[in-house]
């Protein structure tokens, strides 16, 4: 009786040495990109939420405003738990640059230039692995007379560029690809348990077509058909128009939430 008596607070200090050595070893994440705003967001917030040490780099004076959109409450600096911290002053982002052990790039329909390559890759010692977040078709983009896709011919240099300097320091590689972009929010779902954005990320939708697609989206399409490499390419810009107001699973139509939670897995 006594010895198991005695155990028990031998396991209970185990679990609780346990539960505290996982936070203090939780990976260290930075968010960034030239990409879409939302899914850097959405990026963010679902990694937090998964108990990585999550760092989002935001422009100076917009915490307010994008702590809304993705949790729709008053933000307090200092972060919180299951909450990414929002960086803005350059000592701080290279602060969180030289703990960080992954990158999420979000470079969905832009380029990150070689210096901001450069400079980020210069001041990451403990970086293990990047996940860039692309689209659908780069790897076979080629040059169109009159430079009729300089845009899209430059995110397939850009991308190469981030592959190359991967394989130089030695870090992993993986690419997210995503297609034409729908959904994102809202926060709650059943269990209280947060797949989105918050519900103001509705309010930033002004054209009633699109919010009301948006808001179908995110309640009936957010399954997904995964395939290795990049075998698809999107539709031109005509065909995808026609798809504008549907909400039926499509090859080439991407849901913000599916594509934001495979960055972070």
Known sequence: GRSRRASRPRHLMVALRSVMLSAMLAPRVVVFGPGSLDMRLLTAKLAARAGLDTSLFVGGGAQQQLWEQMYDEEYVPGGEKDRPALVSSAEDRTAALAEAEALC?????????????????????????????SKMGVTRVRQRPLGLN?????????????????ARKGVELSIVRVGTLKGGGPGAAEKGREVGLAAPYYGNILEIETLRITKAYDKVTLGAEVVLGDPLTLDNRWVRLGFKGSFAPKFDETSRVVACGAVVA
Do not use: M, N, W
């Open 105 to 133: 790039v979000a470079c969905d329909g832009a380029t990150l230039s070689e210096r901001a390559l450069t400079s980020v890759l210069e001041v990451t010692p403990a970086l293990k692995r990047v996940v860039l977040l």
């Open 150 to 166: 300089k845009g899209d011919v430059a995110q397939r240099e850009g991308e190469e560029r981030i592959r190359e300097a991967c």
